[in-house]
């Protein structure tokens, strides 16, 4: 399953953390991200707007956002 939390914050950083103990071996995609969420998952910082996000998840196969 592949997981993408759309923030750069402190509660995206706890959300993220907390579901990656729940569910080890998933793939997470952060949107932009921080410097704490990169120990977690994928930091994708270059998307510039919500269509960017869309085809980012569509294209990568994001299945829970």
């Known amino acids: 399953m592949k997981v993408m939390i759309v923030g750069g914050g402190g509660r995206e950083h706890a959300l ?4 990656a103990k729940s569910y080890e ?11 704490g969420t990169i120990t977690i ?7 510039k707007d919500n269509s960017d996000i ?6 990568n196969g994001i299945d829970l956002t």
């Open 41 to 47: 998952g994928h930091n994708i910082e270059d998307l």
């Open 25 to 35: 071996g998933r793939d997470f995609y952060f949107v932009p991200g921080n410097g």
């Open 16 to 19: 993220g953390w907390t579901l």
């Open 54 to 59: 869309v085809k980012f998840a569509k294209g």
